[in-house]
């Protein structure tokens, strides 16, 4: 049965509507004691306002945020509010928050598995269902070092963009024009903003993953996306830039990291040091040959297969 909550009126709706079906709620704004709030709403909450009449307990939620500054923006809200309700903060966030009651929510990965396992593609995941698909795993010799997928250029993509133009691979820059294409959904399609992923022959052909994920500041969040989830579930090495402890919660969620790649730096808190440590890495690998990195590649065949099937293994994140 599902509980019936209010809904703070100034959110954004589409929030609910694509997360209802693992937040288990369901809006009655008449006789509802618990009021949901959008996080990313920024403006102070106004505790006088009339939906919080009656209301015995105060949830925040989101289903995704990248930059630090709404992340603290978030916190002032939430803590303000918890001054006057016991409250909650159903977050994508995989790090606890100091001095809030949080819960984890990852509406990302819950995006993932309904649109790779059960065909049902919902918020930016828009098109064909059968743009959405987990491709067989292989372990096949591969022509390319590298796939890399970049639409909104931050300054760090710009600079991983930059590095990876010295190596062989393949890449896409929608902000120039330059797509990898889908077999089911349109090239214009994708430049208009629909989080799609490549054709099958760009993920056979190629052995690493490599890109900056949304959010890569900050010091107390870690956010995962498609940019890493749905490069995992596809039996490849996936080797993103995020912020301190990005591949630490990686693997206390259930995924493994790969064997024989210095991982040392994920820890490090100076952005610069951090993603100069992350380059190093990566020239490490490119620089093998393909036939290196195709031993590194079977080195690691347990670890891209337990990833592989986390798809089916690692149920919703639903909240009861």
Same mark, same amino acid.
């Given at each position: 049965?599902?509980?019936?909550?209010?809904?703070?009126?100034?959110?954004?709706?589409?929030?609910?509507?694509?997360?209802?079906?693992?937040?288990?709620?369901?809006?009655?704004?008449?006789?509802?004691?618990?009021?949901?709030?959008?996080?990313?709403?920024?403006?102070?909450?106004?505790?006088?306002?009339?939906?919080?009449?009656?209301?015995?307990?105060?949830?925040?939620?989101?289903?995704?945020?990248?930059?630090?500054?709404?992340?603290?923006?978030?916190?002032?809200?939430?803590?303000?509010?918890?001054?006057?309700?016991?409250?909650?903060?159903?977050?994508?966030?995989?790090?606890?928050? /100091?001095?809030?009651?949080?819960?984890?929510?990852?509406?990302?990965?819950? #995006?993932?598995? *309904?649109? =790779? @396992?059960?065909? !049902?593609?919902?918020?930016?995941?828009?098109? /064909?269902?059968?743009?959405?698909?987990?491709?067989?795993?292989?372990?096949? #010799?591969?022509? *390319?070092? =590298? @796939?890399?997928? !970049?639409?909104?250029?931050?300054?760090?993509?710009?600079?991983?963009?930059?590095?990876?133009?010295?190596?062989?691979?393949?890449?896409?820059?929608?902000?120039?024009?330059?797509?990898?294409?889908?077999?089911?959904?349109?090239?214009?399609?994708?430049?208009?903003?629909?989080?799609?992923?490549?054709?099958?022959?760009?993920?056979?052909?190629?052995?690493?993953?490599?890109?900056?994920?949304?959010?890569?500041?900050?010091?107390?969040?870690?956010?995962?996306?498609?940019?890493?989830?749905?490069?995992?579930?596809?039996?490849?090495?996936?080797?993103?830039?995020?912020?301190?402890?990005?591949?630490?919660?990686?693997?206390?969620?259930?995924?493994?990291?790969?064997?024989?790649?210095?991982?040392?730096?994920?820890?490090?808190?100076?952005?610069?040091?951090?993603?100069?440590?992350?380059?190093?890495?990566?020239?490490?690998?490119?620089?093998?040959?393909?036939?290196?990195?195709?031993?590194?590649?079977?080195?690691?065949?347990?670890?891209?297969?337990?990833?592989?099937?986390?798809?089916?293994?690692?149920?919703?994140?639903?909240?009861?």
């Amino acid at each position: 049965m599902h509980r019936q909550v209010r809904f703070y009126p100034f959110g954004d709706p589409n929030l609910y509507s694509v997360a209802k079906n693992w937040l288990n709620i369901e809006i009655n704004n008449e006789s509802a004691t618990e009021l949901w709030i959008d996080s990313n709403w920024l403006t102070p909450i106004d505790i006088s306002h009339e939906y919080f009449k009656n209301i015995k307990k105060v949830y925040f939620f989101d289903c995704f945020h990248a930059q630090p500054f709404l992340h603290d923006q978030i916190k002032k809200n939430i803590q303000r509010v918890s001054e006057h309700y016991p409250t909650v903060w159903y977050t994508c966030n995989a790090l606890p928050v /100091d001095d809030i009651n949080c819960v984890r929510f990852d509406y990302m990965w819950n #995006r993932t598995k *309904h649109a =790779y @396992l059960d065909h !049902n593609p919902t918020w930016k995941h828009i098109g /064909d269902p059968q743009a959405y698909q987990q491709y067989p795993l292989h372990f096949g #010799r591969r022509e *390319h070092r =590298y @796939l890399s997928l !970049n639409r909104s250029l931050t300054p760090y993509r710009k600079k991983l963009l930059e590095f990876l133009n010295a190596y062989d691979g393949l890449k896409s820059n929608i902000s120039q024009g330059l797509v990898l294409p889908n077999d089911f959904v349109t090239d214009r399609d994708i430049q208009q903003g629909i989080t799609v992923p490549p054709a099958r022959r760009f993920f056979d052909n190629s052995y690493i993953s490599c890109q900056v994920e949304s959010q890569y500041e900050g010091t107390d969040s870690v956010i995962f996306t498609e940019k890493t989830y749905e490069h995992l579930i596809q039996g490849r090495l996936v080797l993103n830039f995020g912020p301190p402890g990005f591949y630490s919660a990686l693997e206390a969620d259930g995924w493994k990291l790969p064997l024989g790649i210095d991982l040392s730096w994920d820890h490090t808190l100076n952005i610069h040091s951090r993603f100069k440590s992350y380059l190093d890495t990566l020239q490490s690998l490119f620089e093998m040959s393909l036939d290196q990195l195709h031993e590194l590649f079977l080195l690691n065949s347990s670890v891209i297969e337990h990833n592989y099937n986390m798809l089916t293994i690692k149920p919703y994140n639903c909240i009861d």
